[in-house]
């Protein structure tokens, strides 16, 4: 089994920074894709950000030049820097990982409990 566990969210101001860290636990051999995701009250899980196990990121155009994802393979850990960060910004995060736990094994899909960020205008 493994737990994602994520911590730094928070409230901050308009224009503020903020950043998010994610890390992996349990039987795990590697890692393929890391994410973040987030969710507007009401609304469905959209995707944020995605790392690779290449490096290779991908964003969402809302936050594309603000938002910054990376990742600690040594750490099984994912990051995501916030910047400018704007009132539309508020919403739950969430960490996903695709996780394979044993050599030749499939991959599973993991979420983490989610975190919430606020931002103030």
């Known amino acids: 089994q493994v737990q994602l566990v994520e911590s730094g969210g928070g409230l901050v101001q308009a224009g503020g920074s903020l950043r998010l860290s994610c890390a992996a636990s349990g039987t795990i051999f590697s890692i393929k894709n890391m994410a973040w995701y987030r969710q507007h009250p009401g609304k469905q899980r959209d995707l944020v950000a995605l790392v690779t196990s290449g490096g290779f990121t991908n964003y969402a155009d809302s936050v594309k030049d603000r938002f910054t994802i990376s990742r600690d393979d040594a750490k099984n850990a994912v990051y995501l820097q916030m910047n400018s960060l704007k009132p539309e910004d508020t919403a739950v995060y969430y960490c996903?990982?695709?996780?394979?736990?044993?050599?030749?094994?499939?991959?599973?899909?993991?979420w983490g409990q989610g975190t919430e960020v606020t931002v103030s205008s």
């Open positions: 996903n990982a695709q996780v394979v736990s044993r050599p030749w094994g499939a991959d599973n899909d993991y």
